[in-house]
């Protein structure tokens, strides 16, 4: 990239349950490795923000289905912007064509986005309150 002055894409593609997403996840890291920087102010960096995005999407857009336990239900673009130096400089996330219908509809054995099992397994506000206070 910094060689030939020129953007690069990576296109990680195959079946449901390949490998796609966990791929995507080092190939993330690796890039956060390459291209991070030192970051002593305390400050979150763009490169572990974009890492730390990930289990976000993941339980709005990923479910169990009868291939893949956690079966990413949407695409994803991921920019990642570099300096001339090669250093991460920005990021960007774009999702897209998300199965709506799993939200009104799931045939058994498959189960819904994680979000919802994560709402209906939290504790309530009391006890999170007093974990707060700990
Ligand atoms: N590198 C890996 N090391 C260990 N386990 C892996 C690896 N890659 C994939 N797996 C296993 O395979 C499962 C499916 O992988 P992943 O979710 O990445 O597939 P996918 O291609 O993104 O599927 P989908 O298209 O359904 O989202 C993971 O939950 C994990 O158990």
Request: hydrophobic content about 35%.
């Amino acid at each position: 990239m910094i060689k030939e002055q020129i953007s690069q894409a990576i296109l990680v593609s195959g079946e449901s349950g390949a490998g796609k997403t966990e791929s995507t996840k080092m190939l993330m890291q690796y890039l956060a490795f390459m291209g991070g920087r030192n970051n002593n102010t305390g400050e979150r960096s763009v490169e572990q923000k974009v890492l730390e995005s990930n289990p976000v999407l993941e339980a709005f857009g990923n479910a169990k289905t009868v291939r893949n336990n956690n079966s990413s239900r949407f695409g994803k673009f991921v920019e990642i912007q570099f300096d001339g130096r090669g250093r991460i400089s920005g990021a960007a996330i774009r999702t897209y064509l998300l199965e709506r219908s799993r939200v009104c509809q799931v045939s058994d054995p498959e189960r819904n986005y994680h979000c919802f099992y994560m709402l209906c397994a939290a504790p309530p506000e009391k006890d999170i309150k007093k974990v707060k206070h700990v």
